[in-house]
């Protein structure tokens, strides 16, 4: 799947196996067909979203998009929503945040009836400069986004990555036992605030954290920070990395960098290139937060069958996982809004959510004026020669489970 032209404009999209969803070009003005929502016509639903098909996200980015695409796809082929069809409109934005903003803008011009999904941190807070003014509902972003968490037009899924990682830690050195901790991150929106939550969490259990090193996305050399790690010899190492997680599991494998215990990770560490690396650690060592079910639980088995269709390795992918499961929520979503969907419609039947089963893959969602994360619970996942398993169901720091 590729991106039509360096403007990055509207495409049809094709899935790995022939598989689309229809796409229409950009038009402007209010909806027709007789319907009575911005959005909406008698027959379509439009809704859009903006997320990496190129650049350096593209290749964990596109899988995102293709699950969601084939649920969509899936709700149409079976009759739609109260009749009518998802029109998904999707735009390649680089995971680029200039680029996002121009996405949203060309996204509320259409104009969509709410802004699905997406992939990748930085982006989300540039289409929400766009989409919160105009009243435009912005659902289930494969994201962590704190700055959304109580914004009046958001729903987000996926707990925020210091929430995961202070659960992780927390649960690891339940489980496993108290040590000594070094972090590896990414600079990404946010990384203070995920490296302090670790940190609470080990003191709390009176472990050490022996340093911090911070690195750049698409860093071209990890070997010195390797070689931080090694000489440190902790007993955890907390590795947030999303798009070079698998160089860095790669080199941390490679240079005999290891913990002692347990390496672990945030959700967004769980890509297709990381379960390949982890063939090269020992069974067990990576442990990860996860925002969605196991790929083989009885919870994934509608998303999984569909996705299945699309490509065999697609179901593998915890990433496409989590978009088949928004995707579910956000189906879930329309039909609660009832025969006349509207955004005040939909908004009002996300906050009647209360341990609603959006998804069978989800834990759970409930939803209020001021906590728009619906999850409050994050499953603890292993991974062993290319495949997760689910450890436990770890309730987030504050949720009163």
């Known amino acids: 799947m590729t991106p039509t032209s360096a403007r990055h404009r509207l495409t049809r999209i094709a899935l790995a196996a022939g598989l689309a969803v229809t796409l229409s070009a950009c038009s402007t003005g209010a909806s027709g067909g007789g319907a009575d929502a911005t959005g909406v016509t008698a027959d379509t639903i439009a809704l859009g979203t903006s997320l990496p098909l ?22 149409n082929d079976t009759g739609g929503i109260h009749g009518r069809k998802i029109e998904l409109t999707v735009l390649d934005d680089q995971y680029l945040a200039p680029q996002a903003l121009t ?19 930085i982006q989300p807070p540039a289409i929400q ?3 919160e003014p105009a009243g435009v509902p912005f659902l289930f972003p494969t994201a962590s986004v704190p700055d959304l968490s109580s914004a009046s037009n958001a729903f987000l899924a ?12 927390d649960y690891s050195m339940q489980t496993f036992g108290p040590g000594s901790v070094y972090i590896l991150a990414q600079q990404l929106p946010g990384v203070d605030d995920i490296t302090a939550a670790v940190t609470r969490a080990a003191t709390a259990h009176g472990a050490q954290v022996l340093g911090t ?34 160089r860095v599991l790669d080199g941390i494998a490679k240079q005999g960098a290891l913990p002692k215990k347990k ?9 297709q290139g990381v379960l390949e690396t982890s063939k090269a650690l020992p069974p067990g060592m990576l442990v990860a937060a996860s925002g969605v079910d196991t790929p083989n639980s009885p919870g994934m088995k509608t998303c999984r069958d569909v996705m299945d269709q699309v490509a065999p390795t697609l179901a593998e992918d915890i990433n496409a996982t989590f978009a088949c499961a928004a995707a579910q929520a956000m189906t879930s979503a329309l039909d609660a809004a009832g025969p006349q969907p509207t955004r005040q419609a939909l908004t009002d039947a996300l906050l009647s959510w209360k341990d609603f089963p959006a998804s069978p893959a989800f834990r759970p969602m409930t939803f209020t004026a001021d906590q728009r994360v619906g999850q409050r619970e994050i499953f603890g996942v292993t991974v062993s020669d290319g495949s997760l398993d689910k450890l436990a169901t770890i309730a987030l720091p504050g949720s009163g489970s």
């Open 54 to 75: 190129s650049g350096p996200a593209g290749t964990v980015c596109r899988p995102v998009n293709d699950a969601a695409a084939a649920w969509f796809k899936h709700v």
């Open 158 to 169: 996926l707990p925020s990555y210091d929430q995961q990682m202070n659960a992780l830690t």
């Open 263 to 271: 390496i672990l990770g945030f959700s967004a560490i769980l890509t």
């Open 213 to 246: 090193d911070i690195t750049t996305a698409g860093q071209a050399d990890f070997a010195p920070a390797i070689l931080k790690i090694k000489q440190a010899a902790p007993d955890y190492l907390v590795v947030i990395q999303g798009t070079d997680g698998a």
């Open 103 to 121: 996405n949203a803008r060309e996204l509320v011009r259409k104009p969509v009836l709410a802004i699905f999904g997406g992939c990748g941190t």
């Open 129 to 131: 400069s766009v989409a």
